[in-house]
């Protein structure tokens, strides 16, 4: 079936020499690879860039108070921020200095599961 859609895209596309023997343009042979690549750019790096920009932006707006997860799943608040790596509470006299870039994501604040979970309910239809 693929080839198949090859074929009558290449037979639209004028791929097939003409009767009087010229050779179609050389252009034209190279539009599916083009196709393809903007297609790969549209699905995979532009969405992969917009999710790169937003870690950025969510790191670099690190404050003291926020509440973070780690990549590694720690839980943690912020105590201190430098150029490169920020101060962690993980315990009570327990702080770690882990990178930026090992922040996955913040947890926006006044927000536990028991909280979460009472909101829901407060919306649920009767």
Known sequence: MY????????LWMGGNPAPGGEA????????????????????MIRPQKKRQQQHEKM??????????????????TVQSTKEKSVIVKIAD???????RSAVSS????????????EEAKAIEPK
Request: charged content about 15%.
């Open 106 to 117: 913040v947890i926006p604040s006044g927000r536990t599961d028991e909280t979460a979970g």
């Open 3 to 10: 080839l198949s859609f090859l074929n009558s895209m290449m």
């Open 93 to 99: 006299n327990v702080k770690v200095e882990i990178e």
């Open 59 to 76: 790191v670099s707006g690190l404050v003291k108070g926020d509440k973070i997860v780690t990549v590694g799943g720690m839980h943690g």
């Open 24 to 43: 179609p343009n050389p252009l034209v042979q190279f539009i599916p690879f083009i196709l393809i690549i903007v297609i790969i750019y549209f699905m």
